[in-house]
């Protein structure tokens, strides 16, 4: 483990905890405004689970880092250009049906990525990838039987749901996109290339978004910047300034 | 408990000599503390009123994620946030049990929300109240849901079978609730001069809403008797609350924080604490949809079920057409 680049272990890390803490925060938005009760719990428990991971993720970048910060220092603490999560995860919830797009791509990716992790060089990260992805393949579970439901139900549903997909699809292929951290975690044999993920997700949305009756895309474009910090969504400003507000305005108190 | 002025239906408690013989089985029987269950004989105004009781108990559950919902987004650490969420999942989970309870009385839970949505059915008046800083959470933990153990552990002894085992499940959740509540509240008692003002502030604000959780006073409490008897009501409110109340101020004590009452004082006669009553003008104008909050909280439950319209109708066609074809294919 000498030789591995632990700035580029680190900026994984990051890349893996802001994801989970990012669409997390934006789940936990729908508290108490769910179309029906069972969703509330499901969508609670989504980002109950997606904040734990997130705890994990952030502890061990910490401890990588090595300057004395936690988990909770660099989620409350970190500036929009220091966050490293794929834009999708900080689009806005729209309707229900667009969140549920979002959870749905994103749990296919995770399930994919982490069904990889958990054969990493490094046990740290094999060891957080195989408590993850308990919760993820119940997550993609069940986003696949609510985009088929919404999908295949009422002309109204799967317009919605197939506008979904148009909104959120050009925030897919930044999930793929692979650069230097990434080469140096595949040489490391912490992380698989993210590029050589693509055939497996394409399989898992193929198959349920044809039994959702959508279309998928024919575009090719990408947005990307937030996977690298470039540019992120003026999005991840305004959840931040929600998010971190105590920590901001009351740097000297524990909680 | 979360249920407040529940109307008991019918004309108040009979007499052995009024009582049909079935009304008089019934009585022996719940005096004999057998449960009630689904499918057994009851008379029909214990079966309204136990409706009335558990709606507006369950209302309470899911109208209840609004005002912690309010501080998820701002939760101050991961954990912290964590522990919110868990705690909100479970009241939801807490609405479900308490629905299915009722429907085993022949009422559909969508009967029940319209009821809601439409104001014919109450939510407990406490969440009409805002939730204004982070202590808050910790104080509606230890407060709020400090009262609502204090009545629901002797519902676990309650007549109707299926009530009786939702409090039974509840009540665990709800005292690890309480001291998670209790936790949060602590740390910022223990913590820097503003965390102890948010923590002042909190208590403040919520100790009197917090007593009227309880309901009026025996002497206003009309209702009593006929749900006494029924045994869906253990206890009279001001025997809870005085209980609430002698519970709780130790714990204030223990904070470090000042006593929200005044009047708060030992009395060596009663063996009990004096206190200041709450307001009742107040109460009822809570009840009666004047409270801070009343207004957004129905309208943020109402656009939650309009907007949620289409998800439910295109999950409900979808589950159609998989049975038709499951059908089909027999």
Known sequence: ?255 | MYAQMVKSAGTGVKSREEMTDQERDFQDKIDADIKIEPRDWMPDDYRATLIRQMGQHAHSEIVGQLPEGNWITRAPTLERKAILLAKVQDEAGHGLYLYSAAETLGVTRDELTEMLLDGRMKYSSIFNYPTLNWADIGAVGWLVDGAAIMNQVPLQRTSYGPYSRAMIRICKEESFHQRQGYDAIRKMAEGTVAQKKMAQDALNRLWYPSLMMFGPSDKDSVHSAQSMAWKIKINTNDELRQKFVDQTVPQIKFLGLDLPDDAIVWNEETSQHDYTDPDWNEFFDVIKGNGPCNVDRLAARNKAWDDGAWVREGLMVHAQKKAAAKLAAE
């Not at chain 1, 909770?72 to 794929?86: G, H, I, P, Q, T």
């Not at chain 1, 667009?98 to 982490?114: E, H, N, P």
């Not at chain 1, 993920?197 to 990307?224: C, M, W, Y």
């Open chain 1, 1 to 255: 483990m000498a030789n591995v680049d632990q700035q580029a272990l680190f900026q994984f890390l990051l890349r893996m905890g802001d994801n989970t803490l990012v669409l997390g925060h934006r789940v936990s938005e729908w508290c108490g405004h769910a179309p029906v009760l069972e969703e509330d719990i499901a969508l609670a428990n989504t980002a109950l689970d997606l904040i734990g991971q997130t705890q994990f993720w952030l502890g061990l970048a910490g401890e990588v880092e090595g300057k004395g910060q936690d988990a909770d220092a660099l989620a409350f603490r970190r500036d929009v250009w220091d966050f490293r999560n794929f834009l999708i995860c900080e689009m806005p919830n729209g309707d229900f049906g667009q969140t549920l797009m979002r959870q749905f791509l994103f749990d296919a990716w995770a399930s994919v990525t982490l069904a990889h992790l958990q054969k990493s060089s490094d046990e740290r990260v094999a060891g957080i990838a195989a408590k993850a992805s308990k919760e993820v393949a119940y997550h993609l579970e069940r986003s696949s039987d609510t985009i088929v439901g919404l999908g295949d139900g009422t002309a109204e549903s799967h317009d919605r749901m197939q506008a979904a997909l148009e909104y959120l699809w050009p925030y897919v292929g930044e999930m793929f996109a692979s650069d230097d951290v990434d080469a140096n975690m595949v040489a490391a044999g912490i992380a698989t290339d993210p590029a050589g993920l693509r055939g497996e997700f394409d399989a898992i949305i193929t198959r349920v978004l044809t039994q959702a009756t959508l279309n998928i895309p024919q575009s090719t474009f990408a947005h990307k910047g937030g996977r690298d910090g470039s540019i992120h969504t003026e999005h991840l400003g305004h959840l931040l300034t929600s998010m971190q507000w105590l920590q901001r305005v009351y740097p000297d108190a524990s909680w």
